[in-house]
Antibody, heavy 117, light 111 residues
Framework: QVQLQESGPGLVRPSETLSLTCTVS????????WSWIRQPPGAGLEWIGY???????NYNPSLKSRVTISVDTSKNQISLKVSSVTAADTAVYYC???????????WGQGALVAVSS | DIVMTQTPLSSPVTLGQPASISCRSS???????????LSWLQQRPGQPPRLLIYKVSNRFSGVPDRFSGSGAGTDFTLKISRVEAEDVGLYYCIQATQFPLTFGGGTKVEI
């Protein structure tokens, strides 16, 4: 059974860069696409972007100028960086797997990141 | 961006009774390959989202058969045939026909 686990600092200062890692176990990351999604406290879900199995990326235009998603196949990890953060970036950040058949089929437990000085 | 609109915002239900959630998209979700990339997610309190239904009507692995999805084009429905206590939570539709992927605002199912 595939499992995804997000990790990273729980507190980031305004104007700095948020960095998270998603570690995948129970399967290879090379055969799938991988997304990052976020959910502000008490609010709905927002897709941030994805990386495909060729390293190509597609980002939400609302965040595109500040987001970088990358993959390290040797470590079975997907990374997310969001630059120049503000309080509006405070959210639970999820990584998710896309399968060709079922779409976003597996999600991590999520990592809460607060932006505050 | 495709806007996904869910109704109702909240759905009080009675255990053992059916429940229905509607999701409408601002444009057709039929993709050029003939598939419609509309999924339904369940988020129990304090939990991450979980895939229930993909491509409109396909139940994901391990999802009870009391959950069903239907619809086409721009109008979609998630039905729970007999609500159980563990079904309490938020339900979201999500489209993956066009980038960026977009979610409905969520429907809260409560007893």
């Amino acid at each position: 059974q595939v499992q995804l686990q997000e990790s990273g600092p729980g507190l980031v200062r305004p104007s700095e860069t948020l960095s998270l890692t998603c570690t995948v176990s129970g399967g290879s990351i090379s055969s799938y696409y991988w997304s990052w999604i976020r959910q502000p406290p008490g609010a709905g879900l927002e897709w941030i972007g994805y990386i495909n199995n060729s390293g190509g990326t597609n980002y939400n235009p609302s965040l595109k100028s500040r987001v970088t998603i990358s993959v390290d196949t040797s470590k079975n990890q997907i990374s997310l960086k969001v630059s120049s953060v503000t309080a509006a970036d405070t959210a639970v950040y999820y990584c998710g797997r896309h399968s060709a058949v079922a779409g976003l089929d597996y999600w991590g437990q999520g990592a809460l990141v607060a932006v505050s000085s | 961006d495709i806007v996904m609109t869910q109704t109702p915002l909240s759905s009080p239900v009675t255990l053992g009774q059916p429940a229905s959630i509607s999701c409408r998209s601002s444009q057709s979700l039929l993709y050029s390959d003939g598939n419609t990339y509309l999924s339904w997610l369940q988020q129990r309190p304090g939990q991450p989202p979980r895939l229930l239904i993909y491509k409109v009507s396909n139940r994901f692995s391990g999802v009870p058969d009391r959950f069903s999805g239907s619809g086409a084009g721009t109008d979609f429905t998630l039905k729970i045939s007999r609500v159980e206590a563990e079904d309490v939570g938020l339900y979201y539709c999500i489209q993956a026909t066009q980038f960026p992927l977009t979610f409905g605002g969520g429907t809260k199912v409560e007893i």
